[in-house]
């Protein structure tokens, strides 16, 4: 058992700033175009890409230095941006505050942001920096800037891959055809497996993977070229639509139990293949849909179009499969939360204050595209009592 606790209570416009989970420290996201000292919105930031990237990590570093951590003990690193053509400067700023190559495990992709916004940045870390190793090199699968997999408490980290180009061979893949998603797809799942093998671990070792697609309508293109690869391993998974930016046509970014942990535990199914499972003292539950039914997985027609309905929905099938992890909402030391229109932000805030009844996890929103009908996303990392 381990025990869960807030270390820092002001956030940015959702959540704890940070929450202390075991050996695990997760913060909320941080936007780039908010004042470093107040987090309040300034206008002025408008296309400042490096001062909205010094706000970015700098709030993050500021709230791990209010919980006595530093950013040497950063394990993973996330990042939603308005676009990746200036990646070259976010990553020269990066390496200011993180090393270049940094030692963590990383994904950034373009999403839909909220107003004037460049970048959000939410990372999670390690209490004890001892607990920390880097596994496998970036630059061995074509990562320059960060580590391709990173060892943090139980778990193992991986970085977003992409498969317009093979790193195995340097072989380009095919781009902008009918069939170049399920082939991009297949390289960046063959990769994963070789890098969990570097790791000592196998596809079997996966609790959780998150697929970010250009095409949110193709995501049955990208299970079956998941299954093909890795098989029907129990995971938590989440698939949203966003526009990436740059090349390729989908992203995945995963998390496995180290070696020499316990087995991970089942718990919950629900459609397309979503799982409940646990291991090393978490439990991760894969997509929540606003407009599915939790318990049969069927479209909730009735929910069409109503945003506060949709979240309520979609936190009572979150509960649902907490619950069969010996779980419960104020177990939560992450929360994502995706939505289809990120100006609901401050409604989105008012539902969760009234659903948490005692304090609020790090909350990292996107805005994405999601299947069918709905409008929010959720997903989640709890420790079990």
Request: with cysteine; net charge neutral; hydrophobic share 45%.
């Amino acid at each position: 058992m381990i025990s869960k606790r807030v270390l820092v209570q002001e956030g940015p416009a959702i959540g704890a700033g940070v929450v202390e989970a075991g050996p695990l420290l997760f913060t909320s996201g941080y936007d780039g175009i908010r004042d470093l000292k107040t987090q309040k919105i300034e206008p002025g930031l408008a296309g400042a890409a490096e001062a909205q990237c010094e706000n970015s990590y700098g709030a993050v570093a500021a709230v791990l230095g209010k919980a006595n951590a530093e950013m040497n003990a950063v394990v993973r690193l996330d990042h939603f941006t308005s676009s990746q053509d200036w990646l070259p400067r976010r990553q020269t700023v990066r390496g200011k505050f993180f090393g270049r190559p940094a030692p963590l495990a990383s994904t950034g992709v373009a999403a839909k942001m909220a107003g004037l916004n460049m970048l959000t940045t939410a990372v999670v870390a390690v209490r004890d920096a001892n607990r920390k190793k880097v596994l496998v090199t970036g630059p061995e699968y074509g990562m320059g800037n960060i580590s391709s997999a990173v060892l943090g408490g139980p778990f193992v980290f991986l970085s977003g891959l992409r498969g317009t180009v093979d790193p195995r061979s340097g072989r380009a893949v095919a781009e902008e055809t009918q069939e170049s998603l399920s082939a991009q797809a297949r390289v960046c799942y063959e990769v994963m497996c070789e890098i969990l093998k570097k790791c000592g671990a196998t596809s079997e070792s996966l609790l959780r993977i998150d697929c970010f697609l250009r095409e949110i309508g193709r995501a049955d293109e990208d299970r079956a070229a998941r299954r093909a690869i890795v098989g029907d391993t129990a995971v938590a998974a989440t698939t949203v639509g966003l526009p990436l930016g740059a090349r390729g046509e989908i992203e995945v970014t995963a998390l496995a139990l180290a070696p020499g942990q316990k087995v991970k535990k089942v718990y919950a199914s629900g459609g397309n293949g979503v799982l409940a499972v646990s291991a090393g003292g978490f439990a991760f539950v894969g997509e929540c849909l606003g407009a599915l039914d939790g318990d049969n997985g069927k479209a909730a027609i009735a929910l069409a179009g109503d945003f506060e309905a949709q979240v309520q929905n979609a936190l009572n099938t979150l509960a649902k499969r907490l619950d069969t992890c010996n779980c419960d909402l104020q177990s939560i030391a992450r929360l994502d939360v995706y939505l289809t229109d990120i100006y609901r932000m401050n409604q989105l805030k008012e539902i969760l204050r009234s659903r948490f009844s005692k304090e609020l996890p790090a909350v990292v929103v996107g805005g994405a595209e999601l299947p069918g009908l709905s409008q929010v996303c959720l997903n989640a990392i709890a420790v079990q009592a």
